[in-house]
């Protein structure tokens, strides 16, 4: 099982990006999903998640900017992230767990894509 995160890249704060992650090997409408990131020099930290029911959760500093929704016919997860900021700058992570506990903690996760950056210029 290998996810694999895609649509990162460079855009003005204010803007809007969409991360995108797709996952095989696995019975993808049963694991929990979620999205974290990791800027330069700081922990990796929890942004978003989706519970395999469709329960979603957020950090209270994406809440209300940031989307994250999951197609289970396609087994792709999405973060839509509107009104970027610089601070938004990090390499974000997708991941899924089954029957994930504590969903800001990563090792309630089993599976983890590579990441991918997301710049956000001021």
């Known amino acids: 099982v290998q996810p694999v995160e895609s649509g990162g890249g460079l855009v003005q704060a204010g803007g809007s990006l969409r991360v995108s992650c797709a996952a095989s090997?696995?019975?993808?409408?049963?694991?929990?999903l979620g999205w974290f990131r990791q800027a330069p020099g700081k922990d990796r930290e929890f942004v978003a998640h989706i519970r395999s029911g469709g329960t979603t959760y957020y950090a209270d500093s994406v809440k209300g900017r940031f989307t994250i929704s999951r197609d289970n016919a396609k087994n792709t997860v999405s973060l839509q992230m509107n009104s970027l900021r610089p601070e938004d700058t990090a390499i974000y992570f997708c991941a899924a767990g089954y029957n994930a506990r504590v969903v800001v903690s990563a090792p309630s996760y089993d599976y983890w894509g590579p990441g991918i950056q997301v710049t956000v210029s001021s």
């Open positions: 090997g696995m019975t993808f409408s049963t694991y929990d």
